[in-house]
């Protein structure tokens, strides 16, 4: 799996500094990685937003917005090279202002609440045409609620992958960096 940074603008590539020699790329230069991930034989990427800071809120509406990040990505991976898989994330703390994976409410995470967006956009992300949706947030019950929000609506090929290794290793930290929450 090749992970992959995607920031707004055009014509961008820009070196993230917990990361030596990663980049982030704009959705214009996504092409050249995936043809030649797919050349090497890689058969899936994950995508992974750096939402900017006036997209974020605190409730991490711009994860459900069609035309967020890792949607235009998505769909310009499966327009122009549809034999390679796609993952996506699947958590709020990319898109809101105060870092966590959950909707806050008097400085306590909102489980339930937090859980219904989760499952919606996962279910944006199947329509987009990923392939696996990966939920890296940590509320209870996400994964069983996004499994019946996607057979529900005919993405039962689609499938979940746990995110557990990443959070025992050294990458977490620089993952963070790399989304900018």
Avoid: W
Avoid at 68 to 85: A, H, M, Q, S
């Amino acid at each position: 799996i090749l992970p992959i940074f995607v920031t707004e603008g055009k014509n961008k590539i820009d070196p993230i500094k917990s990361m030596p020699d990663i980049y982030r790329y704009s959705v214009d230069k996504i092409n050249p990685i995936i043809n030649k991930a797919s050349k090497l034989g890689i058969p899936l990427v994950a995508i992974f937003p750096h939402t900017p800071n006036y997209k974020k809120n605190s409730e991490g509406s711009e994860a459900l917005n069609e035309n967020n990040l890792v949607c235009r990505t998505i769909r310009k991976i499966k327009k122009n090279n549809p034999g390679i898989g796609v993952m996506a994330d699947v958590a709020l703390d990319p898109y809101t202002n105060h870092g966590h994976d959950g909707i806050l409410k008097n400085k306590e995470i909102l489980n339930d609440e937090t859980v219904e967006v989760l499952s919606h956009q996962a279910l944006l992300q199947a329509e987009m045409g990923c392939d696996v949706i990966a939920p890296s947030d940590m509320m209870d019950g996400r994964i069983g609620k996004i499994r019946k929000a996607l057979d529900k609506n005919n993405f039962s090929n689609v499938r979940i992958l746990s995110y557990a290794v990443k959070y025992a290793s050294s990458f977490y930290g620089p993952f963070r960096d790399a989304v900018g929450s």
